[in-house]
């Protein structure tokens, strides 16, 4: 399927899609100092094609311009005339949507998702049992264990890129850059969204645990 076969109402919903998340993340002051991007999918999958819209490079995300957003085919080229620049993790994108075929990934950079990746970020997961939380990810048993992958924040994005297909666990949508921050995803938006909470959820609750395990330790 080219770009220019895919209907024009779907690319309107994916765009409408970013610019309700990016204003709410934004209250939330998920983007600071320019960081975060944010990607909704359109048209048909397959891995060897696919496109989607993604946040330009190096924008202020708290507030809407015509030139917040652009579309790329699976190797993060524009798919149109433009003189945006993608997100400079664009490729990252690439590779959980051909990985996935999810429909939309958020990435952001919180003060928790830093502290608990860079904790674990040695052991290469971050640990996560019997937080209600986890249910959020389609997870029901009991005291359930998940393990939410670390990867490296090499300065090189193409190098970072080319570790995630192998990182990914295919019950667990979602995978983090050690001091850096999560990629969370979803078939969707609402459930990429549902999934960046949880996480956000889970590390507040890691990054507290931690604190009173030291502090009962004393
Ligand atoms: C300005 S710090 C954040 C960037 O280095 C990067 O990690 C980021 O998330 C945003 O990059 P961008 O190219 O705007 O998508
Ligand atoms: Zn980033």
Redesign the pocket.
């Known amino acids: 399927m080219a770009f220019s076969d895919i209907p024009l109402e779907q690319k309107q919903a994916a765009l409408h899609d970013l610019k309700e998340i990016k204003a709410l993340f934004a209250a939330r002051s998920w983007f600071p ?5 944010l990607s909704v999918r359109v048209g048909e999958f397959s891995p060897e094609q696919f496109y989607f819209a993604v ?1 330009a ?3 202020d995300k708290s507030v809407h311009t015509p030139e917040d957003y652009l579309f790329v085919d699976q190797d993060g080229a524009p798919s149109e005339a433009t003189g945006l620049k993608p ?3 664009t490729l990252i994108h690439c590779e959980i949507y051909r990985k996935t075929g999810c429909g939309a990934i958020f ?1 952001v ?1 919180t003060i928790d998702n830093n502290l608990i990746s860079d904790w674990y970020g040695e052991q290469g997961y971050v640990p996560a049992q019997g937080i209600e939380l986890i249910k959020a990810f389609n997870i029901w048993d009991e005291d359930a264990a998940i393990r939410i992958p670390v990867l490296p924040n090499y300065a090189d994005i193409p190098r970072i890129a080319e570790l995630v297909p192998d990182a990914l666990d295919p019950a667990v949508p979602g995978v983090l850059l050690r001091n ?2 999560i990629y969370a995803w979803g078939k969707n938006a609402f459930e990429a969204k549902k999934h960046l909470e949880a996480f956000e959820f889970i590390f507040e609750y890691s990054y507290r645990r931690l604190l009173l395990n030291a502090a009962s330790t004393k």
Do not use: V
């Open positions: 100092g320019t960081s975060g991007n946040t490079s190096g924008k997100s400079a993790e990435h950079h850096h921050g």
